[in-house]
């Protein structure tokens, strides 16, 4: 990724500390989903007035993209089953094949440096630290583009 034409969003999710945050009955697919979203709002906002977005997405089992087109649909109408942040900046989610696309093996292979980065594998380290460097800061210093919940 080039220096500055890249911002990185994402979610990690601990499922013990999901369940302690949001309850037995909260599906963690929803929340990483409506978390990321937000996220990717929040980018929005702060780019100014009339921005939209789209979400690029790898491909899932078919029920699981049926249920995040709903969830996409649902967060842009105010029905936000986390927060009740509304998200009417990101108008759609497209799912397509890693194969056929470079920009999500891209984020694929992020996810995964990270992921090896928070379970523990030394490795991945100075990698995770230069993706995490690449997260959409706000114009206040906050990390924004990323939400962890981790043990």
């Known amino acids: ?61 078919g029920a699981d993209m049926q249920h995040v087109h709903t969830l996409v649909s649902n967060s842009r109408r105010g029905r936000n089953p986390v927060s009740g942040i509304r998200t009417p900046r990101v108008i759609s989610i497209e799912f397509v094949d890693s194969l056929d696309s470079l920009l999500v093996q891209a984020a694929d292979v992020a996810a995964y440096i990270i992921s090896r980065h928070l379970n523990g594998d030394a490795r991945f380290g100075w990698m995770a630290a230069r993706l995490l460097e690449k997260m959409w800061v706000s114009a206040d210093g906050r990390q924004r583009g990323w939400k962890s919940l981790w043990g």
């Open 1 to 61: 990724m080039c220096e500055s034409d890249a911002a990185l969003f994402g979610v990690t999710v601990d499922n013990g500390r999901a369940y302690g945050e949001f309850g037995e009955d909260a599906s963690i697919v929803d929340r990483a989903w409506t978390l990321l979203l937000e996220r990717y709002e929040l980018f929005m906002r702060y780019q100014g007035v009339g921005l939209l977005g789209h979400v690029v997405s790898d491909k899932t089992g």
